[in-house]
T-cell receptor, first 116, second 114 residues
Framework: NAGVTQTPKFQVLKTGQSMTLQCAQD?????MSWYRQDPGMGLRLIHY???????DQGEVPNGYNVSRSTTEDFPLRLLSAAPSQTSVYFC???????????????FGQGTRLTVV | QQQVKQSPQSLIVQKGGISIINCAYE??????FPWYQQFPGKGPALLIA?????SEKKEGRFTISFNKSAKQFSLHIMDSQPGDSATYFC?????????????FGQGTTLQVKP
């Protein structure tokens, strides 16, 4: 199993550009989330999903959109990139109500995004 | 508002020593407290977790101590090894919310010197 796969690994954007960070999981997990990691701030939740067709906002949702059309995929869209969105982005998935360990989160390798 | 506060920000320990990282939380509805370990260039991975019905959980050299009344929990790494050098995050969650949402602390960078 590949687990959680994120693409791309690195990206440089100009201010105002848009892009989509891809996330796919092959573990049939119900829950998926996006976090951003910044020095001294830990990981902060951007958006999350509890199943296909269901998404909700986390702590820092402004400037980001998500959708979940399938169980496997959970893309994160930056609408108009700003330098404040320079960060490392992690996608995570967990079993949800399909298993006893419903909160153990499995993370992808991350996408390092720089906005200039 | 930081719901989970972690300290210290960085820690240097000699090989064979004990590493201790502390976390405090505010929301008494949290019912699941994991610790994640992250190596450079990698995503975080679950190390050990505890629920509030026990005060301590041990897995090998790693132990979580939990104090429900003080709303604090800590990670102890016994006989610390250079391979333990990584960033450690505590987190908290409400499993009963059925969302999988995790609230993370700020992280601690641990360096174990040979």
């Amino acid at each position: 199993n590949a687990g959680v796969t994120q693409t791309p690994k690195f990206q440089v954007l100009k201010t105002g550009q848009s892009m989509t960070l891809q996330c796919a999981q092959d573990m049939n997990h119900e829950y998926m989330s996006w976090y951003r990691q910044d020095p001294g701030m830990g990981l902060r939740l951007i958006h999350y999903s509890v199943g296909a067709g269901i998404t909700d906002q986390g702590e820092v949702p402004n400037g980001y959109n998500v959708s979940r059309s399938t169980t496997e995929d959970f893309p994160l869209r930056l609408l108009s990139a700003a330098p404040s969105q320079t960060s490392v982005y992690f996608c995570a998935s967990s079993q949800g109500n399909r298993g006893p360990r419903n909160t153990e989160a499995f993370f992808g390798q991350g996408t390092r995004l720089t906005v200039v | 508002q930081q719901q989970v506060k972690q300290s210290p920000q960085s820690l240097i320990v000699q090989k064979g020593g004990i590493s201790i990282i502390n976390c405090a939380y505010e929301n008494t509805a949290f019912d699941y407290f994991p610790w994640y370990q992250q190596f450079p260039g990698k995503g975080p991975a679950l190390l050990i977790a505890i629920r509030p019905d026990v005060s301590e959980k041990k897995e090998g050299r790693f132990t979580i101590s939990f104090n429900k009344s003080a709303k604090q929990f800590s990670l102890h790494i016994m006989d610390s090894q250079p391979g333990d050098s990584a960033t450690y995050f505590c987190a908290a969650s409400m499993e009963t919310s059925n969302t999988g949402k995790l609230i993370f602390g700020q992280g601690t960078t641990l360096q174990v010197k040979p």
